[in-house]
Nanobody, 118 residues
Framework: VQLQASGGGLVQTGGSLRLSCAAS????????MAWYRQGPGNQRVLVAR???????RYADSVKGRFTISRDNARSTVDLQMNSLKPEDTDVYYC?????????????WGQGTQVTVSS
């Protein structure tokens, strides 16, 4: 099972970016999917999470600006980031909890850099 993330880049303050992540491989089902962020020397922290049924949860810092969505048929999760701020700059990682048989496993995609210039 692999998670392939894309969509990071450099944008000015107030701009938008869309991150995408696709799961591939052989698996039974995908439970929660999410996006996390991590800066140098910092722990990886949750940005947004979406359940298989579509319930969402956001970090307070991104509420009203970011929107997480998923396509269960395509095994993808996206993060639409609007009104970006310099403090949003970080490496962003997609996450998926995937069931292979009865056991769930946590998977991470490779990081994608998001840089917001002031």
């Amino acid at each position: 099972v692999q998670l392939q993330a894309s969509g990071g880049g450099l944008v000015q303050t107030g701009g938008s970016l869309r991150l995408s992540c696709a799961a591939s491989g052989i698996f039974f089902s995908i439970n929660d999917m999410a996006w996390y962020r991590q800066g140098p020397g910092n722990q990886r922290v949750l940005v947004a999470r979406v359940t298989r049924g579509g319930s969402t949860r956001y970090a307070d810092s991104v509420k009203g600006r970011f929107t997480i969505s998923r396509d269960n048929a395509r095994s993808t999760v996206d993060l639409q980031m609007n009104s970006l701020k310099p403090e949003d700059t970080d490496v962003y990682y997609c996450f998926a909890q995937i069931s292979r048989g009865a056991v769930p496993y946590n998977y991470w995609g490779q990081g994608t850099q998001v840089t917001v210039s002031s």
